[in-house]
């Protein structure tokens, strides 16, 4: 069989989850030799950095999620440690290293304020590569007339490191056009059930964009090219989208960009 990343012939001897098992995905996967080992361990590099180093821990733990490994959820992004409830109840946790800048609003005799947690811990084009190996594994196994109707060369060289030009993505939840589930019937259920949605649009033969949401976190990306056309568009409809890596905010016209500054001031 043939992986569906870098075309070898391969006898695989494990699965692939198409969602991370740290995400609590257990049922939705590849079959063996559809994903390498090869391709597979190199995948699980940048997994861990994105699931523990990023706002998808702190979702992770919101959410009580069961690693693989069976343990509570944990990892740091920047100076906040952040570490899921030892009893798994939802909504309990833990946060290291809190400063006057982590907390907004704070009120002493209440103990009541709002906490402020970055996205990102250098680990942006980590998020990227998992969003592009969430999407072309899905659409490889849910959606497989989509999979043969696009080039998915760009992202396949990125992922197998032939290409090391980072993809840009927005965190949003904001649709331009209406989305559709890429996973069906009960592979649809089964992910809901562990507060995961993958969705999809065809905008243009340049355009395919893919939203991966865990929780209360979404991020959307273009599975066929680095194009900024559809962020800008998206930018200026939803004044909460931001756009990542950062640099690609130096690539985006001023009016976009000035909309971006406003929102992080």
Same mark, same amino acid.
């Given at each position: 069989?043939?992986?569906?990343?870098?075309?070898?012939?391969?006898?695989?001897?494990?699965?692939?989850?198409?969602?991370?098992?740290? &995400?609590?995905?257990?049922?939705?996967?590849?079959?063996? !030799?559809?994903?390498?080992?090869?391709?597979?361990?190199?995948?699980?590099? &940048?997994?861990?950095? *994105?699931?523990?180093?990023?706002? &998808?821990?702190?979702?992770?733990? /919101?959410?009580?999620?069961?690693?693989?490994?069976?343990?509570? *959820?944990? !990892?740091?992004? /920047?100076?906040?440690?952040?570490?899921?409830?030892?009893?798994? /109840?939802? +909504?309990?946790?833990?946060?290291? !290293?809190?400063?006057?800048?982590?907390?907004?609003?704070?009120?002493?005799?209440?103990?009541?304020?709002?906490?402020?947690?970055?996205?990102?811990? +250098?680990?942006?084009?980590?998020?990227?590569?998992?969003?592009?190996?969430?999407?072309?594994?899905?659409?490889?196994?849910?959606?497989?007339?989509?999979?043969?109707?696009?080039?998915?060369?760009?992202?396949?060289?990125?992922?197998?490191?032939?290409?090391?030009?980072?993809?840009? @993505?927005?965190?949003?939840?904001?649709?331009?056009?209406?989305?559709?589930?890429?996973?069906?019937?009960?592979?649809?259920?089964?992910?809901?059930?562990?507060?995961?949605?993958?969705?999809?649009?065809?905008?243009?033969?340049?355009?395919?964009?893919?939203?991966?949401?865990? !929780?209360?976190?979404?991020?959307?990306?273009?599975?066929?090219?680095?194009?900024?056309?559809?962020?800008?568009?998206?930018?200026?409809?939803?004044?909460?989208?931001?756009?990542?890596?950062?640099? @690609?905010?130096?690539?985006?016209?001023?009016?976009?960009?000035?909309?971006?500054? /406003?929102?992080?001031?």
């Amino acid at each position: 069989m043939k992986c569906i990343f870098c075309d070898e012939e391969n006898e695989a001897n494990s699965i692939e989850h198409i969602v991370p098992e740290s &995400f609590g995905n257990k049922k939705y996967v590849m079959k063996k !030799g559809e994903v390498c080992d090869i391709c597979n361990g190199r995948f699980s590099k &940048f997994e861990d950095k *994105a699931l523990t180093e990023s706002i &998808f821990v702190m979702e992770r733990a /919101r959410l009580a999620i069961i690693t693989k490994k069976g343990k509570n *959820a944990k !990892g740091k992004v /920047r100076k906040l440690t952040i570490e899921g409830d030892e009893n798994f /109840r939802k +909504k309990y946790i833990n946060v290291n !290293g809190l400063n006057k800048e982590n907390m907004v609003e704070f009120n002493p005799a209440t103990k009541i304020g709002y906490l402020v947690v970055p996205s990102f811990d +250098k680990s942006e084009v980590a998020t990227s590569k998992l969003l592009l190996k969430i999407g072309l594994e899905s659409f490889y196994h849910s959606q497989k007339t989509l999979f043969k109707k696009y080039d998915f060369k760009d992202l396949k060289d990125f992922l197998t490191v032939k290409d090391n030009n980072p993809y840009p @993505f927005l965190t949003t939840d904001f649709e331009i056009q209406k989305f559709c589930s890429v996973p069906r019937f009960n592979d649809k259920y089964e992910l809901k059930q562990k507060h995961c949605e993958l969705k999809f649009v065809e905008i243009d033969e340049n355009t395919l964009l893919f939203k991966f949401k865990f !929780g209360a976190i979404a991020m959307t990306i273009n599975l066929l090219n680095r194009n900024l056309t559809w962020i800008e568009e998206n930018l200026n409809l939803d004044k909460k989208s931001m756009l990542y890596p950062e640099h @690609f905010r130096n690539k985006i016209s001023k009016s976009v960009s000035d909309i971006l500054t /406003r929102h992080i001031v």
